[in-house]
């Protein structure tokens, strides 16, 4: 029999059975040459498991098999096709799952520690700083500023722009200068520095022209080396000398006790600060007083500047150590005039020096009364008595004490319980209760044991 063609031009679309001569090498009827998988073509059957296509290569088949038995042993790494970054090395799917696991773990609490923790702590920070950078920062006071440090960042930037509108509207508007009052002026100046380069320009045509600048009289002024013929130039150097050599003012370098000169940034401010404790000082002297009453003098004769004394005169001078009874008393006298001793009081002026002792002359009573009906007062043991009953008490004096003893009548005491028991049938009830609670003299023991000898 020929051999079988195993080697067909096309691709093989089937499989052959397990009969066939080709499936047997020891079959004399099978092909010289192994077929190759790549010519062994899936007619269709469904591989859902390894994902094939229709018509795959039967090579390729086996490549996708040999894959996920290799992803089930873990006997090689399945994600090598992956970029895998910090999970690297993966040699399984577990190890994949749980590194991945882990890693979502990790971001999950560094997640949860950031928005619970570090957000808002971080967010208020930054709340604040923006709070804080919405404020000016600074005091600076001027007729037109006046920037407080607590101002926002809006209305310091308003306060600047109407200062700067200002500026621009008053004071570098030159439209209200008369630009022809000695002159003629063309084209009129319209910008600060064209202002400057006319007035140049009228220097310079009055230097040029033989005419001269005027001169100053300066002789006996504050200005150092002044002469009655200073010229323009020499009349503002020497003001401009003098102007530097003046001290400056800083109120950083003033101290006082009395005054506060916080916030106070200016020489008028410090001086408002100090008209204001002037005029208090001023408002408060005394600048007028009764001589008949009162003598003012030196407080220091010798130290003028410690101020004046004021101190009671003539016949007041001695009457300030006397008192009145009331307001209706016109005789003040001393202490002693002004107190009488009534019944049972002494007033002692005698046995210290400068001092009134008041004291009682009765002696004190040391009785007391059983009631306020008590007709009359004895001492503590007259007032406490014992008595016989039941129970007998017994008072009897001991070291300057009273002790009270007793003692019980038992006999009295049974005896009055068993009238009480016998008209009150409620306890007679408990207590045959209680006597009936107890073991019977007549019953049969029960603990007995029998022991053998």
């Known amino acids: 029999m020929p051999c079988p063609d195993c080697h067909p031009s096309g691709p093989i679309y089937a499989f052959p059975f397990p009969d066939a001569p080709c499936n047997d090498p020891g079959n004399p009827d099978c092909c010289e040459h192994i077929i190759k998988a790549s010519c062994i073509e899936n007619d269709g059957l469904p591989l859902n498991c390894i994902v094939s296509d229709t018509k795959e290569k039967l090579d390729i088949i086996l490549q996708k098999i040999d894959q996920k038995i290799c992803e089930i042993t873990g006997s090689s790494d399945p994600f ?30 560094t997640v949860v520690n950031f928005t619970t923790n570090i957000f808002p702590a971080e967010i208020t920070a930054i709340r604040n700083d923006i709070t804080t950078l919405n404020k000016a920062g600074f005091n600076y006071e001027c007729p037109v500023l006046n920037i407080a440090q607590a101002d926002s960042i809006a209305e310091t930037l308003f306060k600047l722009a109407n200062a700067i509108c200002n500026v621009y509207s008053s004071q570098l508007d030159l439209s209200s200068v008369d630009w022809n009052n000695c002159s003629s002026a ?6 600060i520095q064209e202002g400057f380069n006319f007035l140049l320009d009228q220097i310079c045509a009055l230097t040029t022209g033989g005419q001269t600048l005027p001169t100053f009289d300066n002789t006996g002024t504050c200005l150092t080396a002044g002469t009655a013929l200073d010229s323009l130039s020499d009349t503002i150097t020497k003001i401009r000398a003098r102007l530097c050599s003046l001290p400056t003012f800083s109120v950083s370098a003033l101290t006082s006790s009395c005054i506060n000169f916080s916030g106070v940034t200016s020489l008028e401010g410090t001086l408002s600060k100090i008209f204001e404790a002037i005029d208090l000082l001023t408002k408060n002297t005394i600048r007028q007083v009764d001589t008949d009453m009162f003598n003012i003098s030196d407080a220091d004769g010798t ?26 008393d016109s005789n003040p006298g001393t202490l002693e005039d002004k107190l009488e001793q009534g019944e049972g009081i002494i007033l002692d002026t005698f046995t210290t020096s400068g001092k009134i002792i008041i004291k009682t002359s009765s002696q004190p009573e040391y009785k007391v009364k059983s009631t306020s009906s008590d007709a009359a007062a004895g001492f503590l043991d007259e007032k406490i008595i014992g008595s016989n009953g039941t129970i007998n008490t017994a008072v009897s004096p001991n070291s300057g004490k009273l002790q009270i003893s007793s003692s019980i009548d038992y006999d009295l005491l049974i005896d009055r319980l068993f009238d009480i028991m016998e008209t009150d049938a409620d306890i007679k009830a408990r207590f045959c209760a209680l006597v009936s609670s107890c073991p019977s003299p007549c019953a049969p023991p029960t603990n007995v044991q029998a022991i053998p000898a």
Do not use: H, W
């Open 186 to 191: 063309e084209p009129v100046p319209q910008t």
């Open 80 to 109: 090598n096709n992956y970029s895998l970054l910090c999970l690297e090395p993966v040699s399984s799917q577990k190890v994949f799952a749980e590194k991945t696991a882990a890693m979502l773990c990790q971001l999950r609490s």
């Open 303 to 328: 130290q003028p500047c410690l101020g004046k004394k004021i101190s009671l005169s003539g016949q007041v001078a001695g009457s300030d150590r006397l008192v009145a009874v009331s307001a209706a």
